[in-house]
């Protein structure tokens, strides 16, 4: 329901755009996310907005970097990475949330995509 891509290979400094096709109609309500995973560390969040995109919030560890945006009439969430680092490395994960409001913790997200690989080669 929820279907990650754009992830791969990118050289430290260069750019990457992730998408994700939410499939649920009832979905397009619901706030969005973006979190990552590096192996052998815990998943962490790195953006989310709320359902109209009028509220946003990112990690600081991507903030100024890294944009959170939706197409609605697409039902697609992206996130734009900028000045990527190799501590930027990991599978990253859309999800939508419980509810319509911004939420940065995992728990309040319903419905999480399978994820796609992002590799910073230095």
């Known amino acids: 329901q929820l279907q990650a891509s754009g992830g791969g290979l990118v050289q430290a400094g260069g750019s990457l755009t992730l998408s994700c096709a939410n499939s649920?109609?009832?979905?397009?309500?619901?706030?969005m996310g973006w979190f990552r995973q590096a192996p052998g560390k815990e998943r962490e969040f790195v953006a989310a907005?709320?359902?109209?995109?009028?509220?946003?919030d990112y990690s600081d560890s991507v903030k100024g970097r890294f944009t959170i945006s939706r197409d609605r009439a697409k039902n697609t969430v992206y996130l734009q990475m900028n000045s990527t680092k190799p501590e930027d490395t990991a599978v990253y994960y859309c999800?939508?949330?419980?509810?319509?409001?911004?939420?940065?913790?995992?728990?309040?997200?319903?419905?999480w995509g399978q994820g796609t690989l992002v590799t910073v080669s230095s």
């Open positions: 649920r109609r009832t979905s397009s309500n619901n706030g």
């Open positions: 907005m709320s359902w109209n995109g009028h509220m946003k």
């Open positions: 999800a939508a949330a419980l509810s319509s409001a911004l939420t940065t913790t995992a728990r309040g997200y319903r419905y």
